[in-house]
């Protein structure tokens, strides 16, 4: 199994919802990312776990809150989100974290919009 | 610092044509670099990548690409564009003492015509 599947694929909320976006990966991959895509725009990353542990937080806000409760899973949890917000939310995962030339395979994404 | 710049932000060609999309890098170590097409409202997936191997990288697809170090240049080529490579094109570099960082460009935007 090579892919990275995200649900869900669109999400709609207002601003005083939460919810949460899910990542799930069987690859054996024990690094995990999330990353913020603006339209007409690169990937913006926003959070990596190495084996399960935050390894890197791109100075993101505090309503959106990263967990990975194992090393297949990885979820956003989102509160209080503004409409700037709105984006594609891509999921990756890499074979291990900290060596070189291990490229990040990418889910589809889900397409939030922030009411 | 490492970087990478993307020459083009459109490129537009004529199904069975060639296909160019540079790519210029800014790195004080070897790089890792990576090309990755993103189709509309799609994933990132990943076409090639260079470490520091062999210099000419061939992906999926029918994309290569050819890693040169005396132009810091990684430019993805190929023979004849189909209708389906119409997409976006990222090209990455890996960060040096990080690399779970990846380094986007700015992208480049391939319109195939009939």
């Known amino acids: 199994d090579t892919e990275v599947t995200q649900t869900p694929k669109h999400l709609v909320m207002g601003m005083t919802n939460k919810k949460s976006l899910k990542c799930e990966q069987h690859m054996g991959h024990r690094a995990m990312y999330w990353y913020k895509q603006k339209a007409k725009k690169p990937p913006e990353l926003m959070f990596v776990y190495s084996y399960e542990k935050l390894s890197i937080n791109e100075s993101v806000p505090s309503r959106f809150s990263p967990e990975c409760p194992n090393s297949s899973l990885l979820n956003l949890h989102l509160h209080a989100l503004q409409p700037e917000d709105s984006a594609l939310y891509l999921c990756a995962s890499s074979q291990v974290g900290g060596s070189r030339g291990n490229e990040q395979f990418f889910g589809p994404g889900t397409r939030l919009t922030v009411l | 610092a490492q970087s990478v710049t993307q020459l083009d932000s459109h490129v537009s060609v004529s199904e069975g044509t060639p296909v160019l999309l540079r790519c210029n890098y800014s790195s004080s170590y070897s790089p890792s670099l990576f090309w990755y097409v993103q189709h509309p409202n799609k994933g990132l997936q990943l076409l090639l990548k260079?470490?520091?191997?062999?210099?000419l990288v061939k992906g999926i697809n029918g994309f290569e690409a050819e890693f040169k170090k005396s132009e810091t240049s990684f430019h993805l080529t190929k023979p004849s564009a189909h209708m389906s490579d119409a997409a976006e094109y990222f090209c990455?570099?890996?960060?040096?003492?990080?690399?779970?960082?990846?380094?986007f460009g700015t992208g480049t935007r391939l319109q195939v015509f009939p």
């Open positions: 260079y470490t520091s191997a062999a210099t």
């Open positions: 990455v570099v890996s960060g040096f003492y990080n690399t779970d960082k990846l380094i």
